[in-house]
């Protein structure tokens, strides 16, 4: 079952611009992960925040976590039209034993030159 | 560092025939697993290997899927026979023990197309 709901679905923005995509989860969770996927490729890790931390940078990467209302959001300023890509949230949390990595359904980025 | 090999890149089957994938894991990794991408949704987890045990096969439809990691390297995945649900991507990607997320390194997918 996936448990991450990105929105919106779809974005399409002008290159330079700020593109935000939120992430909402049901259950609770050891870590919130951002992925990327180009077209065709596979999966490339983005950044990762702990539910202990509200609030990490990397380059032009922003993530915020709120654990209270299960929600995560990815910033990404100053977009590239190499920033075009699809955008999977996946919460990581113990379950039965085996570390679960549980994906949603992913948000389509066009950043337009 | 090479990456996570995986072959073919792409098949195209008639539903009932039966279609293997291959997977190569970054050299070192113990843990390697298999995922399902259906277009338009995000990766569904099929089985995880530590070494050459299955950890977790939950989500694995048994009935026409299977996967083997015997020498606790390459693995395989098998399904047999196919169904026109099953077109779809599939990834492996693999992590060294006791990582999070963060390490775990993908494929770049067999895609699958079933007629």
């Known amino acids: 079952s996936q448990q991450g709901e990105e929105d919106p679905q779809a974005l399409s923005i002008q290159e330079g611009e700020n593109a935000t995509m939120n992430c909402s989860y049901k259950?609770?969770?050891?870590?919130l992960q951002w992925y990327r996927q180009n077209s065709g490729r596979g999966l490339v890790h983005l950044i990762l925040?702990?539910?202990?931390?509200r609030e990490k940078h990397s380059g032009r990467l922003r993530v915020t976590l709120d654990t209270s209302k299960k929600s995560s959001s990815l910033l990404i300023t100053a977009s590239r039209a190499a920033d075009t890509a699809s955008y999977f949230c996946?919460?990581?949390?113990?379950?039965?034993?085996?570390?679960?990595?549980?994906f949603g359904k992913g948000m389509k980025l066009t950043v337009n030159p | 560092e090479a990456g996570v090999a995986q072959s073919p890149r792409y098949k195209i089957i008639e539903k009932r025939q039966s279609v293997a994938f291959w997977c190569n894991p970054i050299s070192g990794h113990a843990t390697l697993y298999w995922y399902q991408q259906i277009l338009g949704q995000g990766p569904k987890l099929l089985i995880q290997?530590?070494?050459?045990?299955?950890?977790?096969d939950s989500q694995l439809p048994k009935d026409r899927f299977s996967a083997e990691r015997l020498k606790g390297v390459d693995s395989t995945l098998k399904i047999q026979p196919a169904k026109l649900e099953d077109s779809a991507v599939y990834l492996c990607?693999?992590?060294?023990?006791?990582?999070?997320?963060?390490?775990?390194?993908f494929g770049p997918g067999t895609r699958l197309t079933v007629l």
């Open positions: 990607a693999s992590s060294l023990i006791g990582t999070s997320g963060r390490d775990r390194f």
């Open positions: 290997f530590q070494n050459n045990g299955v950890v977790d």
């Open positions: 996946a919460t990581d949390g113990k379950a039965g034993g085996s570390e679960k990595l549980v």
């Open positions: 259950t609770s969770i050891n870590n």
């Open positions: 925040i702990r539910s202990n931390e």
